[in-house]
């Protein structure tokens, strides 16, 4: 008599592991075909997809699960902030950003890791050498060498105000208003330009020095770089009378540079 219990226990406990791999396979079924049927939905609608801007990935995801692919997105209208381009920039090559933008996204951050991933501390413990050590600290200042590299050339993009209307100096009486900054730098653009490249020359030098792990090199890298940014300041954002001062250096900080550009 237990012989026959314990046999139907079995069978019952059989049949419900039967059951339960047959649904589960019967759904596994459904979702593949349903995953099918997305795919070949978005596959006959790719070109207006992508017109409006879905990914085959987003389509996916959005793809109902009972099989039923969602309708394409609308293509994403720009935030207000960024609806208007500058009018002077270029067709293909609209300027949303100021050079205050660029200067506070980019570049001081970029130029900033570079000049704290090498030097010397001292505190109450004694002296300490600041040294990139590992793999990651490596990537850090390459990545930052990468964004001055591309930065600068967004830097030379005609078209692009020193801050956006309305914004006031941050130094107000130590350093021009913006609409005076812009003024200068459209009139002496190759001026402006010949610090972007020089600064830019400065970034393809930190590049080869992480990929080489060489801090002698960082450090007089970042040497040059203190004298371009200044001497850019000294000629575009300070009073009128500290302009010829720094005029007569601009020569000296392209050279610093690397000889990058050229003044006219």
């Known amino acids: 008599m237990k012989r026959q219990i314990a046999a139907a226990l079995c069978s019952v406990v059989l049949c419900s592991a039967v059951l339960g791999f047959?649904?589960?396979?019967?759904l596994a079924i459904a979702q593949q075909k349903t995953a099918k049927a997305c795919l070949e939905a978005w596959r006959a609608n790719k070109t207006a997809n992508e017109a409006?801007?879905?990914?085959?990935?987003?389509?996916?995801?959005?793809?109902?699960?009972?099989?039923?692919?969602?309708?394409?997105?609308?293509?994403?209208?720009?935030?207000?902030?960024?609806?208007?381009?500058?009018?002077?920039?270029?067709?293909?090559?609209?300027?949303?950003?100021?050079?205050?933008?660029?200067?506070?996204?980019?570049?001081?951050?970029?130029?900033?890791?570079?000049?704290?991933?090498?030097?010397?501390?001292?505190?109450n413990e004694g002296i300490h050498e600041l040294l990139p050590k590992t793999q990651d600290d490596w990537a850090d200042v390459r990545r930052a060498a990468v964004r001055i590299i591309e930065g600068s050339n967004l830097l030379m993009m005609p078209g692009r105000e020193a801050a956006s209307a309305g914004a006031k100096s941050e130094a107000s009486g130590v350093e021009l208003e913006p609409p005076q900054i812009t003024v200068l730098i459209k009139r002496n653009r190759k001026s402006f330009n010949a610090f972007a490249k020089a600064l830019q020359v400065l970034g393809l030098e930190a590049l080869q020095a992480s990929d080489a792990k060489d801090p002698v090199q960082l450090i007089d890298i970042g040497g040059r770089m203190e004298n371009v940014c200044e001497g850019c300041h000294q000629t575009f954002w300070y009073p009128p009378e500290k302009h010829a001062?720094?005029?007569?250096?601009?020569?000296?900080?392209?050279h610093a540079a690397g000889g990058a550009g050229s003044v006219k």
């Open 52 to 123: 409006n801007g879905l990914t085959q990935k987003a389509y996916m995801a959005q793809c109902r699960p009972g099989g039923t692919p969602a309708q394409p997105a609308a293509a994403p209208s720009a935030p207000a902030a960024l609806a208007a381009p500058s009018r002077n920039a270029g067709r293909d090559r609209p300027v949303y950003s100021t050079v205050r933008d660029l200067m506070q996204s980019i570049i001081d951050p970029s130029a900033d890791a570079l000049w704290g991933a090498v030097g010397t501390v001292a505190d």
């Open 245 to 254: 001062s720094s005029r007569n250096t601009l020569e000296a900080f392209v």
């Open 22 to 26: 047959m649904a589960s396979s019967a």
